[in-house]
């Protein structure tokens, strides 16, 4: 069985940040905000990190929705 894919994205400016990563490896995607928000050469921020963090918790926080059946 295959873990869910998660998506979270951020508009700024004229970037469009898609991040899509499976259920269960949010500490590596927090990991992957630092390193971005670290990059001198990166238009994402610490604040863009604090906003996708936030939004990553209000996903956790909600249950997930169940498939509809294949017919």
């Known amino acids: 069985m ?3 894919e998660r998506v979270l ?5 004229g970037h469009r ?3 899509r990563y ?3 490896r949010e500490s590596e995607l927090l990991a992957s905000f630092v390193a971005l928000a ?5 238009e994402f921020d610490w604040f863009d990190a604090a906003v996708l ?3 990553m918790g209000q996903q956790l926080s909600r249950p ?3 498939a509809a059946p294949l017919d």
């Open 38 to 42: 670290n990059d001198p050469e990166s």
């Open 22 to 24: 499976p259920e269960g």
């Open 53 to 55: 963090s936030y939004q």
């Open 64 to 66: 997930l929705e169940p």
């Open 9 to 13: 994205s951020i508009l700024k400016g």
């Open 2 to 4: 295959s873990a869910t």
């Open 17 to 19: 940040f898609v991040f």
